[in-house]
């Protein structure tokens, strides 16, 4: 690839040197700038004068930004360092996420992993049963979510890191989110876009619901935002929620459902009478399983209809689900008298999912206690749609407790005041009792004295619940 062919493929505007700067051109890895070495090519969503001074005595090949600040392209000029100037950042990742595939993993089958919900989930169990089989499998998917939003070269980086250390590649695992932006800005077609870039053998889709607003604002949008993936998918395999009526909507070349009830068609995997079947076969009883609630064996149900379609084997696809442990804060167990669970539920869907599969576990006469984080710095809107989730999941065995988590959050998840207030105001409104604390630490120590040892608590919540087991095991 030359510079030409780059500044053709990200739609950019070159600055500086009409050349790669380092003297061997093009390493072929794209990366961060403080991970960069010789002929590396680093993308950032910003960069100025200091950043591109320090690209020059790196001696990477170029730097693709979509934001020069300050003095970064008079300083591109003076150094006469090359500085590619997109207006959708976007471009640059895909055109690295692809051709990082194409020169570390030219041989791997891909698999690709969207939705609104689960997508953590359900990519870390289809790593986990091919990894248990014995193939050589990387996926982004991680505990703390750092590596799976695919607006920045970090997966790239990733693949190309673990193929020198370790050699190559059978699979790749990809979780690409649904909906994306930067800075308030909607990433149009970012998963078909991505999806695309993965050429993906086989792709999940688990669900359509409403999570990034702002970025969009309607459940049409985010349809609008996930029905080019199967086009995108091409001939491959698409693994569909047949439960969801939206996603049933998609127009999918190959398809293969999945569901919480029986179907006819000969592509399913679906649970009924307390096991999964695959072709009217039981392969795994609900005891076998390694969660139950019902949002979990759906994810379940999805790995295993991707490992089908990669035509795994069947008795390697049963061990891996058996051995299979959660990501933490996937309804992760913390404690066991009372019972304390926590669930990144973040969203409308989420946190009613979990709160109705948690009351089933509840005692007759015990009570659950709901401690929700409120969403910081996230928008009025998501969180105003949070809250009515919870006034629509309260039940008489429920108590609600809230925290602004102010003692663990940094400035970019800081809870403002009119996203504390619209909680307030919709709990108000529907005559919900609660109690609020500022600080995440004095929260759950309250609710830990408080609990009776047949109660359940439920942890739910974003980057402010986060620290929670830590928190919980110093208060212990």
């Not at 009025?380 to 429920?398: H, K, P, R």
């Amino acid at each position: 690839m030359n510079i030409n062919e780059l500044l053709r493929m990200v739609n950019g505007k070159l600055y500086g040197n009409v050349d790669f700067f380092s003297i061997d051109g093009f390493s072929g890895r794209f990366t961060f700038l403080n991970d960069a070495h010789t002929g590396d090519i680093v993308v950032r969503h910003w960069i100025n004068g200091d950043g591109i001074a320090i690209a020059f005595r790196k001696n990477i090949a170029c730097l693709i930004t979509q934001t020069p600040k300050d003095d970064a392209i008079e300083m591109a000029e003076k150094l006469n360092f090359p500085l590619i100037v997109t207006d959708k950042i976007e471009l640059a990742n895909s055109l690295a996420l692809s051709h990082t595939i194409k020169k570390y993993s030219p041989n791997s089958t891909n698999i690709v992993i969207t939705g609104t919900n689960g997508k953590s989930t359900t990519s870390h169990l289809i790593y986990h049963i091919l990894n248990n089989a014995g193939y050589h499998v990387l996926t982004n998917t991680d505990s703390e979510s750092e590596f799976n939003t695919l607006i920045d070269p970090m997966v790239s980086k990733l693949i190309s890191d673990e193929v020198k250390k370790n050699g190559k590649l059978d699979y790749l695992v990809i979780e690409v989110s649904e909906v994306q932006g930067w800075l308030g800005k909607l990433m149009k077609n970012h998963a078909a876009l991505m999806s695309e870039a993965i050429k993906p053998k086989v792709g999940v889709i688990t669900n359509i619901a409403m999570d990034h607003i702002g970025l969009v604002n309607s459940i049409e949008e985010v349809f609008d935002e996930i029905t080019a993936v199967p086009k995108a998918i091409g001939d491959g395999v698409c693994i569909l929620n047949h439960d969801d009526d939206l996603v049933r909507k998609l127009d999918a070349k190959n398809p293969f459902y999945v569901s919480m009830s029986k179907l006819d068609e000969e592509n399913a995997v679906y649970f009924d009478n307390d096991a999964i079947y695959y072709k009217n076969n039981p392969i795994l009883t609900v005891d076998e399983l390694p969660f139950t609630g019902k949002h979990f064996i759906q994810n379940i149900l999805s790995a295993i209809g991707a490992c089908v379609s990669l035509n795994i084997k069947m008795e390697d696809i049963v061990e891996g689900v058996k051995s299979y442990k959660a990501l933490n804060r996937r309804f992760a167990k913390l404690n066991d008298e009372p019972l304390i669970f926590d669930d990144f539920a973040h969203n409308p869907d989420g946190i009613k999912a979990t709160i109705s599969e948690t009351l089933k576990l509840l005692p007759e006469n015990q009570t659950l206690y709901v401690v929700c984080a409120i969403r910081g710095s996230r928008g009025v809107e998501i969180n105003e749609l949070n809250v009515e989730a919870l006034v629509e999941s309260m039940d008489d065995n429920i108590e609600l407790i809230l925290s602004s988590s102010n003692d663990v959050v940094n400035n970019l998840n800081w809870v403002n005041d009119d996203e504390r207030e619209v909680f307030f105001d919709v709990l108000g409104k529907n005559n919900v009792d609660y109690i609020h604390y500022g600080d995440l630490k004095d929260c759950l120590s309250e609710v830990y004295k408080k609990a009776d040892k047949k109660d359940i608590i439920l942890l739910i919540g974003a980057q402010g619940m986060d620290p929670a087991e830590s928190l919980l095991n110093d208060i212990k």
